[in-house]
């Protein structure tokens, strides 16, 4: 694996824990803007959620934005259309994760190392961190997709229903389970 | 499109350079698809000229055991991973496969030995005129040497040496089949030969194996007929100074393998005398005209 692609990784990890952090900053009511000079007024605080959403969605334009940067140089061939649609698989594993997250307390060094932990954790953990809800509300599907040679993989991609697909090319490779379908120009 | 991708011993293959990658072009610099001009269908003990080419013509089966693995890399290139530390060591090929924009695919072949393997070496350079120390750990010695070519536009596999290429195509033994323990033992248990104790039937090389294999394919010989085994006795004593053993009931005594071959080389014709000199020699490779 090259050095970029390795840092494409961490991104892609880091970009899917963001929307925990989000929600642990809502959560405990962390506000980041106070005061907009330009309209002379104080802020509502829930600008400042809003602008945490707004974060995760950027980092997740950003994720698709980078992987966009990769040779789309591989190609699949379908074992008997075994195709399917996985978003379900994830939402447990981040659902969870979300539960963590509005379950811990005040930002305080407990708190730090629980959190620290937890980022480390999602990063090891492999095609499941790739999988980002706000990549999804940029219109990306997830599925699972069986090989001529037999091996499950992951892939990304815009394309709504892939039932009849055979063969995708086009593909990005982001690890050698996961693989984005970068769409035609 | 290319890839260039290593072979495991396993089986599995790991890509290694894709079109993209700028060593690829460093690759290609030297590993070439060959231009073939002069070709020849495999036969065991042809001797290649210089730009000479064994090849095989492979059907659609044969295709699919041997080659079509190999295509998985670039068809499916999702199934093969990409090559990760460690796996050097393990690799028996490297091979660039191409396919053109007009869709005409091939596919060329390194041989990796054990010994282009190095676990770690020391190295003497210059670097900006100064004598210095390399050390190069987990390395793969890439030598460029084409060892086989795959064209898929006429369904053959080119090679210069068998040896080199038999453990990366499964299935290519029937080009060059080697007789079983069975068979052998049928053979010299024929009447043909009387067999003594110093004969060690075990000891027979691949070369006499495919030979007898040969022979037995060919099903010209009958090696219980005794009419005919006078007719090779007569052949023989032409050419005594092989050291031919002839019983007194005309059969022929192997004491040593060496006893086997000649009598290989005299059931297959290959003793011939030149017609201007009329010198007595023996053909190690023979072409039907």
Redesign the interface.
């Known amino acids: 694996m090259s050095l970029k692609q390795k840092i494409l990784i961490y991104f892609l990890s880091i970009a899917s824990f963001s929307g925990f952090i989000a929600l642990f900053l809502i959560k405990n009511k962390f506000q980041i803007l106070f005061y907009l000079p330009i309209i002379n007024c104080n802020v509502d605080i829930f600008w400042s959620y809003i602008t945490y959403l707004f974060v995760s969605v950027l980092l997740a334009f950003l994720s698709i934005y980078f992987i966009s940067l990769f040779p789309a140089d591989n190609t699949l061939i379908i074992e008997g259309n075994d195709i399917v649609p996985v978003e379900g698989n994830f939402l447990p594993t981040y659902i969870g994760m979300y539960v963590i997250s509005i379950s811990l307390g005040a930002i305080d060094k407990d708190t730090l190392i629980i959190s620290l932990f937890l980022f480390i954790m999602w990063l090891k953990l492999g095609s499941v961190s790739y999988f980002n809800p706000f990549i999804s509300l940029l219109g990306y599907r997830y599925y699972s997709v069986r090989s001529i040679g037999n091996k499950t993989i992951t892939l990304i991609t815009k394309e709504k229903d892939l039932k009849q697909a055979t063969s995708i090319d086009n593909l990005i490779r982001i690890n050698n389970y996961t693989f984005f379908k970068k769409n035609k120009k | 499109?290319k890839k260039f991708v290593g072979r495991l011993k396993n089986g599995n293959s790991v890509l290694i350079f894709?079109?993209?990658d700028g060593n690829l072009a460093v690759i290609e610099d030297g590993f070439c698809f060959p231009v073939i001009s002069l070709e020849k269908e495999f036969q065991l003990d042809y001797t290649l000229d210089t730009n000479e080419w064994f090849y095989v013509n492979l059907d659609g089966e044969e295709k699919a055991q041997m080659i079509a693995h190999y295509l998985?890399a670039?068809?499916?290139?999702?199934?093969?991973?990409?090559v990760?530390n460690g796996q050097y060591s393990e690799l028996i090929a490297l091979y660039l496969i191409n396919r053109d924009l007009d869709g005409k695919l091939g596919i060329i072949f390194n041989r990796i030995f054990d010994k282009y393997y190095i676990v770690s070496k020391t190295f003497l350079k210059f670097s900006l005129n100064e004598a210095c120390v390399s050390k190069e750990e987990d390395v793969v010695e890439f030598n460029n040497r084409v060892d086989a070519y795959w064209d898929d536009v006429t369904s053959k596999l080119y090679f210069k040496n068998y040896s080199f290429i038999k453990p990366l195509f499964k299935g290519i033994e029937k080009f060059y089949r080697c007789a079983t323990t069975e068979e052998v033992n049928a053979f010299v248990d024929s009447e043909f030969f009387q067999i003594e104790d110093s004969f060690k039937r075990d000891k027979l090389g691949e070369r006499a194996l495919k030979h007898i294999a040969e022979i037995i394919d060919q099903q010209a010989i009958d090696l219980n007929d005794v009419a005919i085994r006078v007719l090779y006795n007569e052949y023989a004593n032409g050419y005594s100074e092989s050291g031919f053993l002839i019983s007194n009931n005309g059969k022929f005594i192997l004491t040593k393998t060496t006893d086997l071959t000649n009598v290989i080389n005299l059931l297959q014709e290959k003793y011939y005398t030149s017609q201007i000199t009329r010198e007595k020699r023996v053909a190690y490779s023979t072409s039907k005209i």
């Open positions: 499109m894709s079109e993209e998985m670039l068809d499916s290139s999702a199934d093969t991973n990409n990760v």
